[in-house]
RNA sequence: GGCUAUGUAGCUCAGCCGGUUAGAGCACGGCACUCAUAAUGCCGGGGUCGGUGGUUCGAGCCCACCCAUAGCCA
C-alpha cells in the first residue's frame, strides 16, 4: 500500500477543567489509530491543544485571582501530564491562546471579510448591568416558562427538557453578579455561511462516499439546509478573553472561530520545532494546509470528534477553510459518549472519574483495552462497566494473552538454553501463517475505527493458541526425552502467537505489549509487517515481566477517590453545561491549582502559555549539545536519597563517568539496567551534589516521577559514540 | 417539541444484500489438566432479538406507530 501522510486531531479540551475519563475515550480512540496507521507504514502527524478561550476561562480566573494565561498555563501542564502519561503520544499539543493562532485567525478572518462572506448586524442581547458584560445563554437562570422550574438555565430546562430564549424565563437573573439582565443592543459579525451552502452539500456528500464522514453524521446534517442555512455570529463583545477582531475594538472572536484553527495553529508550531531539528526533511506545513498544495501533495487531514460538536467541525470548520482557500477536512470521525456503569458520569456516585484519578489507581493499558473492545465505527455510546472492564480485561490480556508466553517460556529456557527452535515443521508454520494471516485483516479493522472488531479477532487467535498448548501439552512432552524437539517446536509456536498478538495488540496497549515483547523477546513492535515471518532460533529472555491482573480493590478506591476529589471543588456555578461530554466544551470540578505567574510573553511567533516543551530553538543550540551513548557500568540506589539512581557509565573515548539521575520511582531495580545503552548529556557542567559529582545528564521520556522511560540505541551503537 | 442515532442472553457486544434449530466473550454449572499470575481446554444451562401492527413463501434485519436512552437544535 502506498504510504499516506495524514495530519490527525483530536478536539481540543477545554481549558478549564482537568481532563476525565470522557476525554480519554476520544484521545485513546485517537492515539490507537494514529499508532495503528504508524504500523501500517503511513507518516502521520497527530497534534492537539487547549481550548483556552471564552467567558468561562475569564470568570473562572477572575474568581481565582489570576490573570486568564496563568490559569491556562497551569490547566496546560496539567493537561499534558494526563494524557501523556496515558500513553497518548501527541506529536505537539499547544493552545489555542498563541501567537500562531492569533496570526492564522487573522488571515482567516481577512480572506472571510476580503471575499464578502461576513456582514454586521445589531443583535439584541441580556446584559448584565452589574458586571458590564453580555450574558451567554449558560450565565443566566431563572424559572421555567413551561414547568416553572427554579434556577433553570437560559437555553433549556434540564427538568422537563424545554428549550426556550432566556428572555422567556421569569425572573431571570445573571449566574455571575445575580443582578436581573436588560436587554442592551449590540452590533456583531457573521460569517455569511449560506455562500458556501452548495460547496457544503458537495463536500459532506463527496466525504460521505469516501468513507470520511459517517452517514449517520450526514443524514443529522440535513436538517440545516433543510432550513436553509443562517448567518453564524462569530463576535463575542468585551469584556472576554480571546482574540479581538481586526479593526473592530472591543469585538471579539467567538471561542469557537479560533478553536479549530488551533488545530493548523499548533501544527504550524509543530512544524518550525521539526524543521529545526530535522532541516534535512522539511515537514512543510503549505502542504497540508494550503489548499493547492495540500492537493498537489495528496496529504490528508483527519479530526476526531464526539458527536456534541458535529456541525463546528462538518459546517462552520469547512465553510471557514474553504473561504480562506486553505484545504477542507479529509474526514470527520464522530464517536457517542462514554457512561459509566450504564449511567452519565455522576460526581456524587464518583462514577466522574479524572484522568489524573484513574492514573493514581490503574494502568492507563487496561483502559485503554477496555475501550477498545467497545469502540466501533458509529456514533454509539459506549459503557465503562466497571465489573466488564475488571473481568475482560483479566481474561483477555492476562488470562489468554500474556499467560501464553508465561506457560511456555520456561520449557524453552529449561532445555533449550533460552532459543527458540531454528524452523518449524509443515503443521506449526501453516498455522502460524494462518494465524498471521487473520490476524492482519486487523490493519483494516484499525484503519476502519472498528477496534472492537480488531480484539474480537485477537482473542480468536489468542484461545487457539491457548487451545494448541492444551492439545500439545508441552508439561507431558517435558517428561519424555525422546520428544524434546516436539516440546521445542510447540513452545516456539507459542510464543510466536504470543509475538503475533502483540504486534496487533500494540496500537491499544503499546506500554504493555512494548514491555513484555521488549522485555521476553527483545524486539519492538513498529511494523505490522514483522508479524509476516515468526522468530526463529532467537535467544529470548526469562518471563520476568508481570502484567498484574486488576484489582478490583483498586477500582473501588478510585471511585471513593473521585467522590472526594469533588468536595473542595465546590467553587460555584461557572458553568454546568451537559457534564457528560466528551467533546471540547466540558467542564468539571475545579482542581487546577495554577500557581500565580507572568502573563503572556511578548508575541513573537512561539508559543504562549511560557513552557519549556514548546518554545524553538535554532539548530546552532542544538549543536551546542554534546549528546552521547553511555554503557551502564554500574546502577545503584544512593543512601540517604528516594529519588536518585547513581549511574557508572563507560562513555567509550571520553572514560567513565559518574551521573545522578533522579528516576529512581521508574527503576527500582537498578541492577538491572547495567548493560544497557543509555543516552546522555556529556559535556553539562558537573555539578557537585550531597553523594558526590555528577557529570552529565542522562535522557529520558517522560513527565516525571515513575513516568519515566530511559532512552534505547538501536544494536550498534557503542559506548561514546555521539548522538545527532 | 424537531432531528439523528441507539435498544439482541445476567453483563458488554456481533449478526453481511431479509432465508435452515439467533452467535461470541465475560459471568454461571459440570468435567479435564496442572505448564501458567486459581491461568487453560472441553461440555452445558440461559434469549417470544424494546413494544404493537403491517409487507413477505419467509423478518432481529424492510414499513408505520409507540416506548425508553443519548446527543444536537447556529
Not at 551513548?629 to 573515548?653: H, M, P, T
Request: hydrophobic content about 40%; glycine content about 8%.
Amino acid at each position: 500500500m502506498k504510504s499516506r501522510e495524514i495530519l490527525v486531531t483530536n478536539a481540543l479540551p477545554y481549558a478549564n477543567g482537568p481532563i476525565h475519563l470522557g476525554h480519554m475515550l476520544e484521545n485513546i480512540q485517537t492515539d490507537i489509530w494514529v499508532r495503528a496507521m504508524r504500523m501500517a507504514g503511513h507518516e502521520v502527524h497527530y497534534v492537539c491543544a487547549d481550548d483556552a478561550h471564552g467567558t468561562s476561562i475569564m470568570l473562572r480566573a477572575e474568581k481565582e485571582g489570576i490573570t486568564p494565561q496563568a490559569l491556562i498555563a497551569g490547566v496546560l501542564e496539567q493537561h499534558r501530564r494526563d494524557l501523556s502519561e496515558f500513553g497518548v503520544a501527541h506529536d505537539w499539543y499547544s493552545t489555542t491562546d498563541s501567537e500562531s493562532n492569533r496570526a492564522l485567525t487573522y488571515r482567516i478572518w481577512k480572506a472571510l471579510v476580503a471575499g464578502g462572506h461576513t456582514e454586521s448586524k445589531p443583535v439584541k442581547q441580556l446584559y448584565d448591568p452589574v458586571k458590564d458584560m453580555f450574558l451567554p445563554d449558560r450565565f443566566i437562570k431563572g424559572e421555567c416558562p413551561n414547568c416553572h422550574s427554579k434556577d433553570q438555565y437560559g437555553d433549556s430546562c434540564e427538568v422537563c427538557g424545554k428549550t426556550y430564549n432566556p428572555t422567556d424565563l421569569i425572573e431571570p437573573y445573571s449566574v455571575v453578579s445575580g443582578a436581573k439582565p436588560v436587554e442592551k443592543e449590540s452590533t456583531h459579525f457573521f460569517v455569511k455561511l449560506a455562500d458556501f451552502d452548495a460547496m457544503l452539500q458537495a463536500w459532506l456528500k463527496e466525504r460521505e462516499r469516501e468513507g470520511g464522514l459517517q452517514s449517520e453524521v450526514v443524514n443529522k446534517l440535513q436538517e440545516w439546509f433543510a432550513d436553509g442555512l443562517r448567518s453564524w455570529d462569530v463576535s463575542r463583545d468585551a469584556p472576554y478573553f480571546g482574540f479581538e477582531i481586526p479593526d473592530q475594538p472591543g469585538k471579539f472572536f467567538y471561542v469557537w472561530v479560533d478553536a479549530p484553527i488551533g488545530y493548523l495553529s499548533s501544527f504550524r508550531d509543530y512544524c518550525a520545532a521539526w524543521n529545526a531539528r530535522r532541516p534535512d526533511t522539511p515537514l512543510r506545513f503549505e502542504d497540508f494546509v494550503e489548499r493547492d498544495d495540500a492537493e498537489r501533495m495528496g496529504t490528508e487531514m483527519v479530526h476526531f470528534i464526539g458527536k456534541d460538536i458535529i456541525y463546528f467541525h462538518t459546517l462552520f470548520w469547512p465553510a471557514m477553510l474553504h473561504g480562506a482557500r486553505l484545504r477542507t477536512p479529509t474526514a470527520v470521525h464522530v464517536h457517542g459518549f462514554m457512561t459509566v456503569d450504564g449511567a452519565k458520569m455522576s460526581k456524587s456516585r464518583g462514577t466522574f472519574i479524572n484522568a489524573r484519578t484513574y492514573l493514581d489507581h490503574l494502568d492507563p493499558d487496561y483502559l485503554r483495552y477496555y475501550l477498545a473492545t467497545l469502540l466501533g465505527p458509529t456514533l454509539a455510546d459506549l459503557d465503562l462497566d466497571l465489573k466488564a472492564f475488571e473481568d475482560r480485561v483479566n481474561s483477555h490480556v492476562v488470562g489468554k494473552w500474556v499467560n501464553i508466553a508465561s506457560r511456555t517460556a520456561g520449557f524453552v529456557h529449561k532445555f533449550f538454553g533460552g532459543k527458540l527452535a531454528d524452523a518449524l515443521p509443515p503443521e506449526e508454520a501453516r498455522r502460524y501463517a494462518s494465524a498471521a494471516e487473520r490476524l492482519s485483516a486487523c490493519a483494516a479493522m484499525f484503519e476502519a475505527r472498528d477496534y472492537a472488531a480488531a480484539t474480537r479477532l485477537i482473542v480468536e487467535v489468542a484461545d487457539e493458541a491457548n487451545g494448541y498448548v492444551a492439545e500439545k501439552a508441552p508439561w507431558l512432552l517435558a517428561k519424555d526425552e525422546s520428544r524434546r524437539a516436539e516440546l521445542h517446536v510447540v513452545c516456539t509456536l507459542a510464543l510466536n502467537y504470543f509475538r503475533l498478538l502483540a504486534i496487533y495488540l500494540a496500537p491499544i496497549i503499546p506500554t504493555m505489549a512494548g514491555r513484555v515483547a521488549g522485555g521476553l523477546l527483545g524486539t519492538t513492535l513498529c511494523d505490522f509487517r514483522d508479524a509476516d515471518a515468526p522468530l526463529l532460533g532467537r535467544e529470548i529472555q526469562p518471563f520476568t515481566t508481570r502484567i498484574d491482573r486488576i484489582d478490583p480493590k483498586k477500582i473501588e478506591a478510585m471511585i471513593e477517590a473521585s467522590k472526594e476529589s469533588l468536595k473542595p471543588a465546590e467553587a460555584g456555578p461557572v458553568v454546568a453545561g451537559a457534564a457528560a461530554a466528551a467533546g471540547s466544551t466540558v467542564t468539571s470540578a475545579a482542581t487546577s491549582k495554577s500557581s500565580p505567574s507572568d502573563p503572556r510573553p511578548a508575541g513573537d511567533g512561539t508559543k504562549a502559555g511560557a513552557d519549556s516543551a514548546a518554545s524553538i530553538i535554532s539548530i546552532d543550540d542544538f549543536a551546542k549539545l554534546d549528546l552521547r551513548i553511555g554503557k551502564v557500568l554500574a546502577c545503584e540506589f544512593v543512601d540517604g536519597s528516594d529519588k536518585l539512581l547513581r549511574f557508572e557509565l563507560d562513555a567509550g573515548e571520553l572514560g567513565t563517568r559518574q551521573i545522578f539521575s533522579g528516576i529512581r520511582a521508574a527503576y527500582d531495580d537498578p541492577p538491572k539496567l547495567v548493560g544497557r545503552n543509555v543516552v546522555f548529556i556529556a559535556n553539562l557542567a558537573p555539578r557537585k551534589m550531597r553523594f558526590g559529582v555528577s557529570e552529565g545528564m542522562i535522557l529520558s521520556a517522560g513527565s516525571g516521577g515513575a513516568d519515566l522511560h530511559l532512552l534505547d540505541a538501536d544494536p550498534g551503537a557503542t559506548p561514546g559514540m555521539p548522538v545527532k
